[in-house]
């Protein structure tokens, strides 16, 4: 009887041992702009696009982290449900120190076209691409689908040309998406995941009276549906490619318009100068998750803890 009972708590020890190593650990890297940077640009010589100061992470932190908010942010909450610790920015890694579990390359002020905001002292969409292949290249490849790429880029390069649409390139945008999808799926990652574009006619900076502004918004639109497009196309065409969009538009925008729908107070800002080193405390509200914004184009928290739902259904979709 012995001899069977250590026969078979052996098999089971083997089983668990090569089960083990077929049952990947899901791991993430975010890319993309302010959405996601944990705090990039604090290691980016000469940056003027940070959020490292008084009151930027008034509601979590003792002390600014380089989010842009007042809390957490989106890679901070799916990690949370994923069960992961939050991201860390790639710039800060040391040579040579073991691969967190969840890395980020994102940038605040950064954009998909590497001319946006080029003069701030930002990590570019392509040059994040370039940061993300080196750290391929120490992955071994069989580990690579482990990773969901989770991406919010674009933003940025309609926002800088908020007074002039006109000077937006679309088209360009579209194509350095494209790519950027295709090149990771040639460094072997294989799992995907876009958010839209939020609704940049909305965000305080450019409202009147709480109106949001519908050329504005039609343009983000317009991108918004083709880059979906892209992601899902792309997805088909390169086998074991899995691919998701985020519509992080339509629900923001609902926020913005019906606030005590979804248990807001108010669908503007709750710092009004917070985008500022100067008078940041000026109008500072109580409750920012009250507020739909943080400042003048930042969801809050209790925005992004909303619109994280939504990813974690796409996430779950191509695991």
Not at 51 to 73: A, E, H, I
Not at 79 to 107: D, E, H
Not at 203 to 222: A, K, Y
Request: aromatic share 10%; net charge positive; hydrophobic share 40%.
């Amino acid at each position: 009887m012995t001899k069977i009972l250590v026969l078979v708590f052996a098999i089971l020890a083997l089983c668990a041992c090569v089960y083990g190593r077929s049952v990947p650990q899901l791991r993430t890297i975010y890319m993309g702009d302010s959405i996601f940077d944990v705090g990039t640009n604090k290691y980016v010589k000469n940056s003027v696009s940070r959020c490292d100061f008084v009151p930027y992470g008034k509601t979590r932190y003792n002390q600014p982290s380089g989010r842009c908010s007042d809390g957490f942010l989106i890679p901070d909450l799916i990690n949370k449900v994923i069960g992961l610790p939050f991201s860390k920015p790639f710039l800060g890694l040391k040579g040579g120190s073991q691969l967190p579990l969840s890395i980020n390359f994102a940038s605040d002020g950064s954009g998909l076209l590497d001319s946006t905001h080029s003069d701030w002292g930002v990590v570019s969409f392509n040059e994040q691409l370039k940061q993300l292949g080196q750290l391929a290249n120490k992955i071994p490849m069989m580990n690579l689908n482990d990773f969901v790429v989770v991406i919010s880029s674009g933003g940025n390069d309609i926002a800088a040309n908020l007074q002039n649409l006109a000077n937006v390139d679309l088209e360009a945008m579209l194509v350095l998406l494209e790519k950027g999808l295709e090149q990771l799926y040639k460094y072997g990652f294989r799992k995907i995941v876009y958010s839209s574009l939020g609704p940049l006619g909305c965000v305080p900076i450019v409202t009147s009276d709480g109106n949001c502004v519908r050329e504005i918004n039609d343009l983000v639109e317009q991108f918004n549906w083709q880059a979906r497009a892209i992601v899902l196309g792309v997805a088909k065409k390169f086998p074991g490619m899995r691919g998701a969009f985020v519509d992080g538009y339509s629900l923001i925008k609902s926020y913005v318009e019906n606030p005590n729908k979804f248990g807001f107070q108010n669908g503007g800002g709750c710092c009004p100068n917070c985008l500022s080193h100067k008078n940041t405390l000026s109008g500072l509200c109580r409750n920012p998750s009250d507020y739909v914004f943080w400042d003048l184009i930042h969801p809050t928290e209790h925005t992004y803890t909303l619109v994280t739902k939504e990813f974690m259904k796409q996430i779950k979709k191509i695991l």
